[in-house]
Antibody
Framework: EVQLVESGGNLVQPGRSLRLSCVASGFTFDDYAMHWVRQPPGKGLEWVSGINGNGVGVGYADSVEGRFTVSRDSAKNSLYLRMSSLTNDDMAIYYC????????????????WGQGAKVTVSS | DIQMTQSPSSLSASVGDRVTITCRASDSISNSLNWYQQKPGKAPKLLIYATSGLRSGVPSRFSGSGSGTDFTLTISSLQPEDFATYFCQQSYFTPLTFGGGTKVEIK
């Protein structure tokens, strides 16, 4: 069974940092692009970041560029999102998502979603 | 950034109805358009990729069409389990962007 399990969601103060992790199972991790997609409470979906299956190519939403860093570890079948300088606007459920292809852009789709990790930003 | 505009933002329909949701892109995105279904408290699910490709396991009552800037998701005969929110998403330009969602409610 294809499965994605996120961890690392937490309450964090504005301006602080947090790292999300996602462990993948049930598929050949290196063959697929991976993404982070977030959803603020009661709102729509926002793509945050994508990374190619080989870990070389990455992309970010304008709203997180320069503050967030995506990475992956093939030995651990894991995807990560390092988030810094967090603000209230970053408060959301963060989903780890498997792509349908090996490159995050263009033409990928969000195939399998994790259950989500909740990030709360508050002093 | 490419803006994706869905309409309507919500609709009420009955079981058995034919339902159509539209998605318009602010620039041509060829056929790089995907559709997702989300139920309350759950992660979204991919329904349709590349405009009209039905994801494995998705019922055939779901279909997609369009090209360029105008796209459509159709549910041919609405079932009780289809009451949910639907999102379109373009993958032609970076950053990847979603529509605002269409909530399908029971009439």
């Amino acid at each position: 069974e294809v499965q994605l399990v996120e961890s690392g969601g937490n309450l964090v103060q504005p301006g602080r940092s947090l790292r999300l992790s996602c462990v993948a199972s049930g598929f050949t991790f290196d063959d697929y692009a991976m993404h982070w997609v977030r959803q603020p409470p009661g709102k729509g979906l926002e793509w945050v970041s994508g990374i190619n299956g080989n870990g070389v190519g990455v992309g970010y939403a304008d709203s997180v560029e320069g503050r967030f860093t995506v990475s992956r570890d093939s030995a651990k079948n894991s995807l990560y999102l390092r988030m810094s300088s967090l603000t209230n606007d970053d408060m959301a459920i963060y989903y780890c998502v498997k792509g349908v292809g090996s490159t995050w852009y263009p033409d990928d789709a969000f195939d399998i979603w994790g259950q989500g990790a909740k990030v709360t930003v508050s002093s | 950034d490419i803006q994706m505009t869905q309409s309507p933002s919500s609709l009420s329909a009955s079981v058995g109805d034919r339902v159509t949701i539209t998605c318009r892109a602010s620039d041509s995105i060829s056929n790089s358009l995907n559709w997702y279904q989300q139920k309350p408290g759950k992660a979204p699910k991919l329904l349709i990729y590349a405009t009209s490709g039905l994801r494995s396991g998705v019922p055939s009552r779901f279909s997609g069409s369009g090209s360029g800037t105008d796209f459509t998701l159709t549910i041919s005969s609405l079932q009780p389990e289809d009451f949910a929110t639907y999102f379109c998403q373009q993958s032609y330009f970076t950053p990847l962007t979603f529509g605002g969602g269409t909530k399908v409610e029971i009439k």
